[in-house]
C-alpha cells in the first residue's frame, strides 16, 4: 500500500485495477469511475480507499462492536458513554424536504416538475455548467426560488444548532445550497458548504476568478431574462452564485478541512442523502474504522456493496461493528435522537425560538473548560 500512496494518482488507481480491487460487479465498476474523475482532478484514491496516514486498524475487518445496539439509543449511549465531542455530520437535501425544497431523487416532488419546461434531460442537467451556458433560465429559475430566506430552517436544521450549542458538533458537512444551516443559528466555523452557497457571485469561466456582488446578481436575477442578459452583456459572461456544478472544484474549504475532520472524528451522523455525488460520498470512508456511523434517511444510502468503506448495516453479525441504519424521517429520527440523549426539551426550545434559545454545554464539554480544547480546528 505504501508503494502505491507514492505514485501519482492516476497510475494508483491502474496499479489497484491491475490488482483486482474493482474486480466483481458492477457496483465496484462504478466505485472505479468515481475514483478516475477524482485521481484527474488529482484526489489519490487510496486516501478514499482507506489506506491513508491515519488508519490505525485494518480495512473493513471485523472488529469487536463499537455499539451496546443498533439504533439510536445504540448511539445516545455511545455519545455519553464515550463523551463525544467531535462529531462529524454529512447531509444532504433531504434535511429541507419538510422546508418545502424538493430533493432531486424522490419520485413525484416539484423540483425537477418545475424545471420541465427547460427540457432538462437530467434534473442534475441545473447544475451542469455546460448546460447553464447553453440554457441559463433553468438555473436562474431554481435560484429564483431558492434565494435565501424564501424557506425556514427545519426541526433537523436546529438538530444541528442543538449539537453546536452543546459543544460537540466539529463540524457539519452539507451539500445544499440553501443555507438554511446558517438561518438555523449554526455558527460559519462549524459548517462547510460543501457545493457552495448564495453568499457569493462571479462570472463563470474567468481566470483569475472576477467577482460579482451578491445582490447585483439577485437584482438582476429578480428582473428576468431580460435583468440577467444585461448583466450577462456587462460582465463579458453569465453571472452565477458560487454554487458549485458538476466538472467545478469544490470550494478550498472543503479541502481544508475534511480529512482532518474526518480523520479525527468520533462519531459520523449521516442524514437525508443519497450519497451519490462525489467528492462528497466518499467522506464517510475516511472516518477510522472503530468510529460508529449513524445514516438517517428515508432509504438505503452509501452502503458497502456500493461505494469502498460503505455502510456496512446491512452485514450480519460480526460484520457490521459500528453502523447503524434509521430508516425514515429526519425530523423524527432528530428529535427521537434527542429524546434518547434526554435533550428533547433543548431540541423543542431552538425550534419556538429559531434557534435563541440557550443551551447548556454538555457535562464533559464544560469541565474541558471550552469547545476550543477538543474542537481544535474551528476555521
Ligand atoms: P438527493 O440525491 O435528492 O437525495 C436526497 C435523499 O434524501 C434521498 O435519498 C431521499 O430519500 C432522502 N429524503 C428526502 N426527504 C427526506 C426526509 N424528509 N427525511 C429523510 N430522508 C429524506 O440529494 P443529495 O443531497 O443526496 O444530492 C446532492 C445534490 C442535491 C447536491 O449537490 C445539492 O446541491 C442538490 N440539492 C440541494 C437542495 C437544497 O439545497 N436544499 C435541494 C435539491 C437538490
Not at 474493482?22 to 488529482?42: T, V
Request: glycine share 10%.
Amino acid at each position: 500500500m505504501q508503494q502505491i500512496l507514492d505514485m501519482e494518482p492516476l497510475e494508483a488507481l491502474q496499479a489497484l485495477k491491475e490488482a483486482g480491487v474493482f474486480d466483481g460487479g458492477e457496483d465496484k465498476q462504478e466505485a472505479y469511475e468515481q475514483l478516475e474523475i477524482l485521481a484527474h482532478k488529482g484526489v489519490h484514491p487510496v486516501k478514499l480507499l482507506g489506506g491513508g496516514r491515519r488508519r490505525e486498524e485494518p480495512k473493513d475487518e471485523p472488529m469487536d462492536p463499537v455499539l451496546t445496539s443498533f439504533d439510536l439509543e445504540g448511539i445516545a449511549r455511545y455519545i455519553k458513554e464515550h463523551e463525544c465531542k467531535r462529531v462529524v455530520v454529512m447531509c444532504g437535501a433531504g434535511i429541507s424536504t419538510s422546508a418545502g425544497i424538493p430533493d432531486f431523487r424522490t419520485p413525484g416532488t416539484g423540483l425537477y416538475d418545475n424545471l420541465q419546461r427547460y427540457n432538462l434531460p437530467v434534473p442534475e442537467a441545473v447544475f451542469d455548467i455546460d448546460f447553464f451556458q447553453k440554457s441559463p433560465g433553468a438555473f436562474y429559475e431554481l435560484c429564483k426560488d431558492m434565494w435565501p430566506g424564501n424557506y425556514d430552517p427545519t426541526p433537523t436544521h436546529y438538530f444541528l444548532k442543538l449539537l453546536s450549542d452543546k459543544g460537540i458538533l466539529l463540524r457539519c458537512y452539507s451539500q445544499n445550497i440553501d443555507s438554511l444551516e446558517c438561518l438555523a443559528g449554526l455558527p460559519s466555523e462549524r459548517l462547510v458548504a460543501a457545493h457552495g452557497n448564495f453568499d457569493a457571485a462571479h462570472v463563470i469561466c474567468t481566470e483569475p476568478e472576477v467577482l460579482v456582488e451578491i445582490d447585483e446578481l439577485k437584482a438582476a436575477i429578480d428582473k428576468g431574462e431580460e435583468g440577467w442578459q444585461a448583466l450577462r452583456e456587462e460582465k463579458g459572461n453569465l453571472v452565477k452564485p458560487k454554487i458549485t456544478f458538476f466538472g467545478e472544484d469544490l470550494p478550498e474549504r472543503f479541502g481544508e478541512l475534511h480529512e482532518e475532520d474526518l480523520g479525527s472524528c468520533d462519531l459520523l451522523l449521516v442524514i437525508g442523502t443519497s450519497l451519490v455525488v462525489a467528492p462528497f460520498c466518499m467522506l464517510i470512508g475516511l472516518t477510522r474504522p472503530g468510529v460508529p456511523r449513524l445514516l438517517i434517511n428515508r432509504e438505503s444510502a452509501g452502503t458497502c456493496g456500493k461505494m469502498p468503506m460503505g455502510f456496512r448495516y446491512e452485514k450480519e453479525g460480526s460484520d457490521n461493528w459500528r453502523d447503524v441504519f434509521q430508516a425514515g424521517d429526519c425530523d423524527s429520527s432528530c428529535r427521537a435522537l434527542a429524546k434518547a440523549l434526554g435533550w428533547d426539551g433543548d431540541l423543542e426550545e431552538l425550534i419556538k425560538s429559531r434557534g435563541r434559545a440557550p443551551v447548556e454545554m454538555v457535562p464533559w464539554m464544560l469541565e474541558a473548560g471550552d469547545t476550543q480544547e477538543t474542537n481544535e480546528g474551528a476555521a
